[in-house]
């Protein structure tokens, strides 16, 4: 998307033109709900952090302060802190055993079982990294943006967007490769 058709959104969305605000919901929501599911793992706190993300740009934008410029920016600050606060306000998970990271490995394929363990242990290993490291890494390889677009959606340089990268990939290699992996 260029960044005039973003400012043509905003200012539509700044005057509370309907179908501007519309348009911005239809274009965000879901890269913010696959940003949300990554980091959370549940669908039903995905779609409220999505919720939330939205009402609290409608709260900004009626009493003014809203994005002047970087929209989906300011719209994933919105859901970062979102669920940054969910984390805070939930006591640290205990950690799963191996059987209970598959929902019944016998009534699913092999293949989804195994999936769906890797994703489990992919989002283990995420929580292990800090708030700004995981969203790095989040919206850096899963969502694709580039470092400037995530320096400027963290209100960070992107050097410190590198760091962070390094970090915090670092650190997944440790955890994800000192795993033991089960042998078929």
């Known amino acids: 998307m260029t960044s ?5 959104l905003l200012s539509g969305a ?12 239809d ?10 599911m990554r980091l ?19 709260q900004a934008l009626r009493i003014g302060h809203g994005p002047r410029d970087h929209l989906q920016a300011y719209l994933y600050r919105i859901a970062h802190n979102w669920i940054t606060d969910f984390y805070r306000r939930q006591p640290a998970p205990p950690l799963p ?3 209970a990271l598959s929902a019944d490995p016998a009534s699913l394929p092999e293949t989804l079982a195994e999936e769906h363990h890797l994703q489990q242990e992919i989002r283990l290993a995420l929580r292990a990294l800090t708030p700004d490291q995981r969203q790095v ?13 995530v320096a400027a959606a963290l209100k960070k340089p992107v050097a410190a967007i590198k760091a ?12 994800l490769v000192k795993k033991p992996r089960e042998e078929k």
Request: glycine share 6%; with cysteine; net charge negative.
């Open 27 to 36: 274009r965000y929501s879901p890269g913010i709900y696959r940003y949300a």
């Open 164 to 175: 962070l990268q390094y970090r915090g990939l670092k650190l997944l290699q440790t955890i």
């Open 97 to 99: 055993l191996d059987d």
């Open 4 to 8: 005039s058709n973003e400012q043509e």
């Open 40 to 58: 959370l793992g549940n669908e039903v706190q995905a779609e409220e952090c999505v919720a939330d993300t939205f009402t609290r740009f409608l």
């Open 137 to 149: 890494i989040v919206i850096r390889f899963l969502e694709g943006w580039e470092n400037n677009e």
């Open 14 to 25: 700044l005057s509370y033109d309907l179908s501007a605000l519309a348009e911005i919901y």
